[in-house]
C-alpha cells in the first residue's frame, strides 16, 4: 500500500488545530464559567434561538376614547319665560313692590311673533306710589340673511307719569347689523302713529316715527346682557324707553334677572317729572330652545 505523504507546511498549518481541538469544548465551557462569575460576557452563546426583542415598556398606551357629547337639544318654535320679583320692607315705614315680566315668542321659517307684558305696583305705608303696565306685540317677517320687515303694536299704563295711557302702532325695516356667537345687534327704523291721554283724560292723537335696537352680549353659557331702546318722536312730544338687563341662569330652566329701565317725555303736565326710573331684580323660568 503507498504511503501517503504530506508536504510539510501542511502539517505545520494543521499541528495548531490537531493540538487544540480536543482543548475547545473544555476552554469554551471554562470561559462561559467566569463570564457567569464576573458578570459579562463576549461569547455569544452558540446555537441560541433568536428572539423578537421584548416591547418597550415606555410604550403609551392608547388613549381612552373622549366621552360623548351630550346632544344638543333641538331647537322649537316656542319660547317664553316667566319672571316675578317682590320687595317687602316694614319697620317705622312699610314698603312693598310687585314686578312681573313675561315673553312668548313664536317662530318658524321667515315669520316670527313676540308678546311682551309688564306689570309693576309700589306702595308706601299703604299708599300706592307707582303703578305702571306695558303690553307690546310685535310681528316681523325675515326677506335675507340680514333685512326684515315688522309691525308692532304697544300700549303702556302709566298712573303716576304725565301721560296716563299710550297707545302706539308702526311698521318699519330691520337689519341685523352684527350676528355672531357672542354679539348681536339690531336695528330698526319706522313710522306709525299713537293716541296717548294725559291726567286730565284729553286725548290727542298724533303720527310719529320710532327708532329702537337691540344689543345682546353672549358672556358666557349661563350670563346675557341686553340693551334695547325704544324711541318714539312726534310733533309734541318724544318719548324714550331704554332698559338695560342682566340674565344668569342658576339652574336648568331657572334664571335670575336685573333689569334698569328708564322712561322719559320730552313734555309733560307742571309738577310732573320728566324722567321715571325703575329698576327690578326677578327669579324667573324658561322654555324652548332658540334657533343658533
Known amino acids: 500500500m503507498p504511503e501517503l505523504h504530506f508536504p510539510r507546511p501542511l502539517l505545520l498549518a494543521m499541528l495548531p488545530v490537531m493540538l487544540l481541538g480536543p482543548l475547545t469544548p473544555v476552554l469554551a465551557k471554562d470561559a462561559a464559567k467566569l463570564a457567569a462569575q464576573d458578570g459579562t460576557s463576549s461569547i455569544p452563546p452558540l446555537l441560541e434561538p433568536e428572539t423578537e426583542p421584548a416591547a418597550s415598556a415606555e410604550v403609551a398606551a392608547e388613549p381612552a376614547p373622549a366621552p360623548a357629547e351630550p346632544p344638543k337639544p333641538e331647537p322649537t318654535p316656542w319660547l317664553g319665560e316667566l319672571a316675578v320679583g317682590l320687595v317687602n320692607a316694614s319697620g317705622n315705614t312699610s314698603t312693598r313692590s310687585i314686578n312681573l315680566r313675561s315673553a312668548l315668542e313664536y317662530r318658524a321659517g321667515h315669520w316670527g311673533n313676540r308678546l311682551t307684558a309688564l306689570a309693576f305696583s309700589g306702595s308706601r305705608d299703604g299708599v300706592s306710589t307707582d303703578e305702571r303696565y306695558s303690553v307690546a306685540n310685535k310681528t316681523d317677517y325675515q326677506f335675507g340673511q340680514l333685512d326684515y320687515l315688522f309691525g308692532n303694536l304697544?300700549?303702556?299704563?302709566?298712573?303716576?307719569?304725565?301721560?296716563?295711557?299710550?297707545?302706539?302702532?308702526?311698521?318699519?325695516?330691520?337689519?341685523?347689523?352684527?350676528?355672531?356667537?357672542?354679539?348681536?345687534?339690531?336695528?330698526?327704523?319706522?313710522?306709525?302713529?299713537?293716541?296717548?291721554?294725559?291726567?286730565?283724560?284729553?286725548?290727542?292723537?298724533?303720527?310719529?316715527?320710532?327708532?329702537?335696537?337691540?344689543?345682546?352680549?353672549?358672556?358666557?353659557?349661563?350670563?346675557?346682557?341686553?340693551?334695547?331702546?325704544?324711541?318714539?318722536?312726534?310733533?309734541?312730544?318724544?318719548?324714550?324707553?331704554?332698559?338695560?338687563?342682566?340674565?344668569?341662569?342658576?339652574?336648568?330652566?331657572?334664571?335670575?334677572?336685573?333689569?334698569?329701565?328708564?322712561?322719559?317725555?320730552?313734555?309733560?303736565?307742571?309738577?310732573?317729572?320728566?324722567?321715571?326710573?325703575?329698576?327690578?331684580?326677578?327669579?324667573?323660568y324658561s322654555f324652548g330652545t332658540p334657533p343658533a
Do not use: C, M
Not at 300700549?155 to 352684527?178: C, K, M, S
Not at 283724560?201 to 344689543?215: D, M, P, Q, S, W
Open 154 to 284: 304697544a300700549y303702556d299704563n302709566d298712573r303716576f307719569a304725565g301721560i296716563a295711557e299710550r297707545y302706539a302702532a308702526t311698521v318699519g325695516y330691520g337689519r341685523h347689523v352684527l350676528r355672531n356667537k357672542r354679539h348681536k345687534l339690531d336695528i330698526e327704523i319706522g313710522v306709525g302713529a299713537n293716541r296717548t291721554r294725559d291726567q286730565d283724560a284729553i286725548y290727542e292723537t298724533a303720527a310719529i316715527g320710532t327708532l329702537g335696537g337691540k344689543y345682546t352680549w353672549t358672556i358666557s353659557p349661563n350670563a346675557e346682557f341686553t340693551q334695547t331702546l325704544r324711541t318714539e318722536g312726534g310733533v309734541t312730544n318724544v318719548y324714550v324707553n331704554p332698559i338695560t338687563a342682566l340674565k344668569l341662569t342658576i339652574v336648568g330652566n331657572l334664571f335670575a334677572t336685573f333689569n334698569h329701565e328708564i322712561r322719559y317725555n320730552t313734555e309733560v303736565p307742571s309738577e310732573t317729572r320728566h324722567l321715571d326710573q325703575i329698576t327690578t331684580i326677578n327669579l324667573g
